[in-house]
């Protein structure tokens, strides 16, 4: 049980001030999720062949300085980095699979959060006003960002049990609610080649959502399979590399409401998340329709599928 | 308290909590009680102006959070802004105006009184009410009236999928497309006495439209005893 | 192997009752629905037992020596928490599945000996609040006669989210038992079969439930403590979520709590037994380091001073009764015998509370019926019951050497059984073997 947040600029000249936004609309949610929080933001898109990784470690004398040393060597590139609290950015050149494998294989105590050109993953266990600090949120610069302050339910408080959970390469989903059928997906999705972390039910969302794009869907056609194959209550809020999606379960009894202008498009558990932002008096505020999948991509093109799809989102 | 009054007193939640508002509101019985409010700076706060038991009239400016209104007795509200789930959930009586869109279950298990919502509704709008009456310049969402068992929903525009779902004695006047109707959900026929009972309600509301505007659903009275013809739709 | 009937096999799977079932499935094309909770045979209190007092403790002397059985509930947050003299409180159930006078009584002998009573499914009558000192009022998904007046008449708040008999499930009462009055209070048509929600209409969740509570206090002006009862089922992770979500005292239900009428399947199948649901309920409390400040009442199946005992040992500040309080007004009575073989029962089987007719006159609205309990004889004979049990749990406190029956704790108990030992986090008696603790199988 949960609050999410997400928030698209379509606005360049907004991109100075996306953690200023977006920041407020996290802390909004602490109380629907007071046990942990984390972010993905969008930002210094790297080019073609270049990778952003974000790695977290709970041990506090962990050296990034000689994890990056050790990538140099293994990948014999340069290899930059920053620590950010308990996480590490790094970025290199290198393929992602080559990447993932060694991570998979190395046994080291540090968790990959998040791998694209794009994207950052940021979270942890404490108040979102703790993470946003933690994580210098309010100062980001980027293009969108997605968010989650997490009430556990069934599964422990942990980092690894927070949200976003990654995806894929530039990937990341937050949800509110509670699926009823994912310890059986669990099962079939190992079957088929994912590693979870976690008993979290979240976690089986996003890695179904990652398999099924990887065989080929969009993130629309995954989006739109997931009504079938996901079963609960949820709505789900997925961060990709140019845009977000959104998506309620047929019953939709989780709250989401979404707002757009002309310079923003941005989504929440609670209305009073997006009272904060600039135009939101006069923009167009609605509630997403229960089983239709709403995505906006770059430029701020937006479109709507599903069994009760509506207009798409006027520019 | 001693304030006159026909003065408006001025409640700024930037200054004073939800809970000193909501126990001024609770606090009107005593003699000499303001009975005009304004609410400044609402920011989407939950459980504003929540089981006032007492004849006012309270302005809220901004937009509210979840179960604004909630069990409200006598009082008049009027909202600027778009409300949370729940607004003037299990009203008793009174009035509730609500200027932009409410979220879900607006009206949820009223029984009294008048809600007038001026923008949408999204889903259960009206979900087992119980006698409250509820009027929607816009249109409402899905599984409106869900359970109704007693008293009228108005919709202006449309209502989405499984209007009156599982349906008891409520009343159902849309005016635009029902998108389909829930188990046990029919059209009924407009008869005059609905006709005047629905144009009382609609110039009640403040609203300009006819009421042979609209289409009348109500029960189909299948499911009041099992039957197990019926079993499907369950 | 032995059987009934010798030279003749009958199926342990396809018993006669099954057989029956079946084929009044195939002739009424509907479920069954009855009252009562769950009849099979469950691991439960009676698998435990206490280490009394001997060489290294000593136990208290009866009478002078005192054992406290005072309980406060709803210390967390509310301005007024319940005082209750006794540790065993009245379970909810409903005006309409039950009598007018079957309520009152309840409330007078509830009263009588300190203790609190609940409303039920359908709203509080006057003469109920009337009737009790301390009366709980439960919000349910129905919300049928929800009155913020009954609010601020009440002593305390009980948000449902289940009850053990079926936990998932809403409420139900059938059309013979909504007459005229019940029908108003609910703002039904009369006579129609009553069909349940089972989700709230406005909130679904512990992030909702948290907002839902915060507006009851902001209604009755933080004075009141809000219980959230919730039915067996993965009550480790409910009574944490109930404690996020801000509750005062969690109420928990195992499957052996009783209902006026459910389907037979939904009561025998579904939810876990009090046992080891309240179990993972002190677990949760104590990890969140709420034990004793949320506090905890369980109930489903508790039928002496000895359950009561065994519930506060393991954790539990106290228990409610909901079967066994109808059972000591008089619901199936041996001296009614005659009448329960004309409806097809017999005393001590008589669980068709659904249907309105019961002889005793309390799971009925007719009102010849009805009229057979007087409430006062009634309120009588619950004090006396409560004072019983009270009086059991206070001897049994004594003997392991305890002042308070909150001093009674897991250490007192040893188990008979293994399931019981791994239920309830009690070794197995004469050994130090918890089944699944420690990694020792």
């Known amino acids: ?315 | 308290m001693n304030a006159v009054a026909s003065e408006t007193r001025i409640m700024d939640l930037r200054q004073i909590s939800v809970r000193e508002l909501n126990q001024a509101l609770h606090d009107l019985r005593e003699e000499g009680a303001p009975t005009r409010w304004q609410v400044r700076n609402a920011a989407g706060e939950h459980a504003l102006a929540v089981g006032i038991n007492a004849p006012c009239t309270v302005e809220i400016n901004g937009h509210v959070g979840y179960y604004c209104a909630g069990m409200n007795k006598y009082a008049e509200l009027t909202i600027h802004g778009n409300a949370g789930t729940g607004l003037a959930e299990n009203m008793m009586s009174g009035r509730v105006t609500l200027k932009g869109n409410a979220s879900q279950s607006a009206g949820a298990t009223g029984r009294g009184g008048l809600l007038v919502i001026e923008g949408d509704a999204a889903a259960r709008c009206g979900i087992s009410m119980k006698g409250i009456d509820i009027v929607v310049r816009g249109s409402v969402g899905h599984l409106s009236a869900f359970m109704a068992q007693r008293g009228r929903l108005v919709v202006c525009g449309d209502a989405g999928p499984a209007l009156g779902d599982s349906l008891y004695e409520a009343q159902l006047f849309v005016r635009g497309q029902a998108a389909d109707l829930g188990a046990d959900c029919i059209e009924k026929e407009m008869r005059t006495e609905h006709l005047e009972a629905l144009g009382a309600l609609l110039d009640q509301a403040g609203i300009n439209l006819p009421a042979r505007a609209f289409r009348r659903y109500g029960s189909a009275r299948t499911l009041y005893h099992f039957n197990i013809d019926h079993a499907d739709t369950y | 192997m032995s059987s009934q009937y010798p030279g003749m096999i009958e199926s342990a799977l396809f018993s006669r009752d099954v057989i029956a079932e079946i084929q009044r499935a195939a002739t009424e094309g509907i479920y069954d629905i009855r009252g009562w909770g769950a009849k099979r045979p469950l691991p439960h209190f009676d698998d435990l037992v206490f280490l009394g007092a001997s060489m290294s403790r000593y136990p208290l002397e009866g009478y002078r020596e005192r054992c406290d059985t005072r309980v406060t509930l709803g210390t967390r947050y509310a301005k007024k928490p319940l005082e209750l003299k006794i540790p065993i409180t009245i379970a909810g159930m409903s005006f309409g599945a039950l009598s007018a006078q079957a309520k009152e009584a309840l409330g007078r002998g509830a009263s009588a000996v300190g203790t609190s009573t609940t409303t039920g499914d359908g709203g509080m009558t006057p003469e109920e609040r009337a009737a009790s000192s301390l009366l709980v009022y439960q919000v349910l998904p129905s919300r049928y006669g929800m009155d913020p007046d009954d609010l601020r008449r009440a002593d305390a708040i009980e948000v449902v989210l289940g009850q053990g008999a079926k936990p998932g499930g809403g409420g139900m009462l059938l059309g013979q038992k909504i007459n005229a009055r019940v029908a108003g209070m609910r703002d039904l048509p009369p006579n129609i079969d009553q069909r349940s929600a089972c989700r709230h209409p406005d909130w679904t969740g512990p992030d909702d439930l948290e907002i839902k509570i915060r507006e009851l206090r902001e209604i009755t002006d933080w004075e009141k403590p809000v219980y959230v009862k919730i039915g067996a089922s993965r009550s480790y992770y409910d009574t944490a979520l109930a404690v996020k979500a801000g509750a005062d005292v969690i109420v928990l239900d195992g499957m052996q709590g009783g209902t006026a009428a459910t389907q037979n399947v939904f009561i025998e199948h579904v939810g876990i037994p009090t046992l080891p649901a309240l179990r993972q309920a002190v677990e949760a409390l104590t990890e969140l380091d709420m034990h004793r400040k949320v506090q905890l009442i369980v109930s489903g199946g508790i039928r002496t001073g000895a359950d009561v005992a065994k519930a506060l040992a393991m954790g539990a500040d106290a228990v409610s009764i909901g079967v066994a309080a109808l059972i000591a007004l008089g619901d199936n009575s041996p001296a009614l015998d005659e009448e329960y073989r004309k409806l097809g029962s017999r005393a001590g089987c008589y669980d068709d509370w659904q249907a309105g007719r019961d002889p005793a006159g309390i799971t009925t609205q007719d009102e010849t019926l009805a009229s057979r309990l007087d409430p006062e004889l009634g309120g009588r004979r619950l004090a006396n019951y409560l004072r019983t049990l009270n009086m059991e749990t206070q001897i049994i406190a004594r003997a392991c050497g305890k002042s308070h029956v909150h001093n009674l704790e897991p250490e007192d108990l040893a188990a008979l059984t293994i399931e019981a030992a791994a239920m309830a986090g009690v070794p197995l008696a004469g050994t130090q073997w918890i089944p699944g603790r420690d990694g020792r199988f």
């Open chain 1, 1 to 315: 049980m949960c609050g999410i947040v997400g928030l698209y600029l379509k606005n360049p000249a907004l991109n100075d001030r996306l953690g200023a936004l977006f920041a407020p609309m996290l802390l909004e949610m602490t109380q629907r999720g007071p046990d942990s929080s984390g972010f993905a933001l969008y930002r210094d898109q790297q080019p073609q062949g270049r990778l952003k990784l974000v790695l977290q470690c709970a041990e506090p004398d962990f050296s990034w300085p000689e994890l990056a040393a050790e990538l140099t060597r293994v990948f014999a590139v340069d290899v930059d980095f920053s620590a950010v609290h308990t996480h590490c950015l790094f970025s290199l050149t290198a393929d992602e699979t080559a990447v993932r494998q060694y991570f998979a294989r190395a046994g080291l105590p540090c968790a990959v959060v998040s791998i694209g050109r794009h994207i950052e993953i940021y979270k942890e266990v404490g108040l979102p006003e703790q993470v946003a600090s933690f994580f210098r949120l309010r100062e980001a610069r980027g293009s969108h960002a997605v968010g989650h302050t997490r009430m556990a339910t069934e599964s422990a408080v942990t980092t690894a049990g927070s949200h976003p959970f990654s995806t894929g390469s530039d990937l990341c989903l937050v949800h509110n609610g509670s699926l009823s059928n994912h310890n059986r997906l669990r099962r079939k999705l190992e079957k088929a080649g994912a590693v979870f972390r976690t008993d979290n039910d979240s976690e089986v969302a996003a890695q179904y959502l990652d398999i099924q794009m990887r065989q080929g869907a969009s993130l629309e056609q995954a989006l739109y399979s997931a009504l079938d194959d996901l079963d609960g209550f949820f709505t789900f809020t997925v961060g990709t590399s140019d845009g977000f999606a959104v998506l309620r379960d047929p019953i939709a009894c989780k709250p989401a409401v979404m707002a757009e202008t002309a310079d923003w498009v941005a989504m929440a558990s609670e209305y009073r998340a997006l009272a904060g932002l600039p135009g939101v008096e006069t923009a167009r505020v609605w509630e997403p329709e229960p089983a239709t999948v709403y995505v906006w991509e770059q430029g701020g093109r937006a479109r709507t599928a599903g069994k009760n799809a509506q207009e798409a989102a006027p520019r």
